[in-house]
């Protein structure tokens, strides 16, 4: 694909449901990185995938965060439960490798908990 | 771990004056420093970037000088015009690490 896609590009769910986010990173990208970026601030680092290697979820907020990658293909972030604090924009981002590689971003969801 | 700090949070400048936007970082160890352009509503994306064995690079109206006995890195961008107007991110990122540290964004508004 030309590009990292995302979808939806816009969610609005009720509190208490649960949300899954999709990502489809740059064909042979084996790193991927999820980013929250609430209105006005800046990139909250969530989670990174490379490879088959375990992933760093150090970023996670909370247990009701949870994300998955199947090999070096899409993505699918969780959110259970969502709160209204939950309302942000979700990057996704994906590179060569990870550490010293350029990331790509793909256009974000935009999630809206009322 | 890494610590990015980005300053300043707000930048005005006239257009066709200088912009400059300095960032710090904590761990000497890191070795790769990008610079990303977000425009309102948009996605983040690469406008320049150094690696540590590199003190300066420039292109066309953008450069990025690395201090690194100092572990700061500035964005200089000069004759500034109005479609330079957006918000700007540092980042630097470890050798061995996962993660990109982001800086907490520059808003930039150039006044025609």
């Known amino acids: 694909g030309a590009g990292v896609s995302q979808s939806p590009s816009n969610k609005v769910t009720e509190k208490g449901k649960d949300v899954e986010l999709r990502c489809d990173p740059i064909s042979g990208h084996t790193a991927l990185y999820w980013y929250r970026q609430r209105l006005g601030q800046g990139l909250e680092f969530l989670i990174y995938?490379?490879?088959?290697?375990?992933?760093?979820k150090s970023g996670l907020p909370s247990d009701r965060f949870s994300a998955e990658r199947t090999g070096e293909s899409v993505s699918t972030l969780t959110i259970q439960r969502t709160q209204q604090e939950d309302s942000a924009v979700y990057l996704c981002?994906?590179?060569?490798?990870?550490?010293?590689?350029?990331?790509?971003f793909g256009p974000g969801t935009r999630l809206t908990v009322t | 771990g890494e610590n990015v700090e980005q300053h300043p949070s707000t930048l005005s400048v006239q257009e066709g004056d200088s912009a400059v936007i300095k960032c710090t970082y904590s761990?000497?160890?890191?070795?790769?420093f990008p610079w990303y352009k977000q425009e309102l509503g948009k996605r983040p994306q690469l406008i320049i970037d150094?690696?540590?064995?590199?003190g300066e690079k420039k292109d066309q109206r953008i450069a990025v000088t690395l201090n690194k006995t100092a572990k700061h890195f500035s964005l200089h961008i000069t004759e500034t015009q109005p479609e330079d107007s957006a918000v700007y991110f540092c980042?630097?990122?470890?050798?061995?690490?996962?993660?990109?540290?982001f800086g907490t964004g520059t808003s930039l508004t150039v006044i025609p």
């Open positions: 980042a630097a990122s470890l050798p061995t690490g996962n993660q990109f540290y």
């Open positions: 995938f490379q490879g088959n290697s375990a992933p760093d």
């Open positions: 150094i690696r540590s064995n590199v």
């Open positions: 761990d000497s160890a890191s070795n790769y």
């Open positions: 981002a994906s590179s060569f490798s990870g550490g010293s590689y350029e990331q790509y």
